[in-house]
């Protein structure tokens, strides 16, 4: 399949680089914690700087709104589905690109029809692609050929992509332990975290994380052999209902993100591509310094009810924030602005330091390329000509 690219550059003002950055600051620099000490005025930097790619496929235009992944700045793919008026007897066409959205060429399918089907990549070859009623298919050459994806890994994690999970033994009796699902491999629970959550960060270090209360984390660096346990000190906020270890892809800033019960009792969600989101609070922050949980507090925003908020580590001390508000990171030195850039409803970190997000607009994916607040923002869309 031929792509026609479309690369358009927004107003030069947009494209130039601002002249007057902040300094990068320690990663261990933390605001005073003294009751008297008044909240850090926020940085404003940019504007930033944007980039429209969009390109035309030779699709019928009956085909759905692509849903799309990419496992670096370069390197992803687009799939379109079609499931007739009923919902399912579904079609679909998969698209790879590796420039960056500017050209796309057609990649094979494991099945020609479906009740439903579903993409999941996590390297430039790999992809995984989910079809009703076969399951998980494994393509390790860039979507050309597939094979049972439980070759590789159990069926039931295999559109995850999640490296550990905790698992019990079959009758529930004795310690659950953390199974590396591509590897089989089982490595002991430490005491205390027998119901936790796994996580891996860019340094291999692998974490487990308990909401509490008390709230609790313990990390292993030596594949399970030992663990060192770090207490987390608290902070004003409601429940928490989840902790997760965010890292940036330098591995040179570690955060500890708690997310709170939304500030309101409706309850509230949102929807995007498909989906409905639970509302969540404004997160609880701490950083990793010496060995030891920092609180970071956040200020220079007002907190919204029943508004989804994600987070991802983009370096430079700083952690980009998804939600109602756009061009937001937040730091031990208080909060950054960017003016212009787009909004997010969700963002991830790729292993390459891209940000990836998504929007309302489902027709699109944005790539944040570069570091900390310093990125250019690529707004990736593809349109069918039939």
């Known amino acids: 399949m031929t792509t026609v690219p479309r690369t358009i550059l927004l107003a030069a003002a947009v494209l130039v680089a601002a002249t007057a950055c902040a300094p990068k600051q320690s990663p261990t620099a933390m605001p005073s914690a003294g009751p008297s000490a008044a909240p850090p005025t926020p940085?404003?930097?940019?504007p930033a700087r944007v980039v429209e790619i969009e390109a035309e496929v030779d699709l019928p235009g009956s085909y759905v709104a692509p849903w799309y992944e990419f496992s670096d700045a370069q390197h992803g793919y687009a799939l379109f589905q079609w499931c007739g008026d009923d919902g399912y007897d579904c079609t679909g066409r998969l698209l790879a690109t590796a420039d960056g959205g500017r050209t796309w060429q057609r990649r094979n399918l494991?099945?020609?029809k479906a009740r439903g089907i579903q993409l999941y990549q996590s390297t430039p070859q790999q992809v995984i692609i989910w079809t009703d009623p076969a399951g998980y298919q494994l393509s390790t050459d860039g979507g050309h050929t597939y094979?049972?994806?439980t070759e590789?890994?159990?069926?039931?994690?295999?559109g995850a992509l999640a490296r550990y999970g905790l698992e019990w033994p079959g009758d529930n009796q004795g310690d659950p332990q953390l199974l590396e699902f591509a590897t089989g491999r089982r490595l002991t629970v430490p005491d205390g975290f027998e119901v936790a959550t796994a996580w891996t960060?860019?340094?291999s270090t692998v974490w487990v994380t308990r909401p509490g209360p008390p709230k609790r984390t313990a990390r292993t660096t030596d594949g399970g052999l030992t663990w060192q346990t770090i207490a987390v000190p608290e902070q004003p906020g409601r429940s928490v209902w989840s902790l997760s270890v965010l890292q940036s892809a330098d591995r040179r800033d570690t955060w500890l993100v708690g997310m709170q019960d939304p500030p309101s009792t409706g309850g509230g969600t949102a929807v995007l591509r498909g989906s409905v989101l639970k509302a969540t609070g404004m997160p609880l922050l701490w950083r990793?310094?010496?060995a030891a949980w920092v609180p970071v507090p956040i200020t220079g925003i007002e907190e919204q009810p029943n508004q989804q908020y994600t987070l991802a580590a983009a370096g430079d001390g700083l952690l980009a924030l998804a939600g109602p508000e756009d061009g937001v990171y937040l730091g031990a030195r208080g909060l950054v602005r960017v003016p212009g850039t787009p909004r997010l409803d969700t963002v991830?970190?790729?292993p390459d330091g891209t940000l990836r997000g998504f929007s309302s607009d489902?027709?699109?994916i944005l790539l944040g390329v570069g570091s900390g607040a310093d990125r250019e923002w690529r707004r990736i869309s593809l349109e069918p000509t039939g």
């Open 147 to 149: 094979g049972p994806a």
């Open 362 to 364: 489902s027709r699109e």
């Open 201 to 203: 960060t860019p340094d």
């Open 152 to 158: 590789v890994m159990p069926r039931q994690h295999a």
């Open 43 to 46: 940085t404003v930097l940019g």
């Open 348 to 350: 991830w970190l790729l």
């Open 110 to 112: 494991p099945v020609a």
């Open 288 to 290: 990793l310094a010496d």
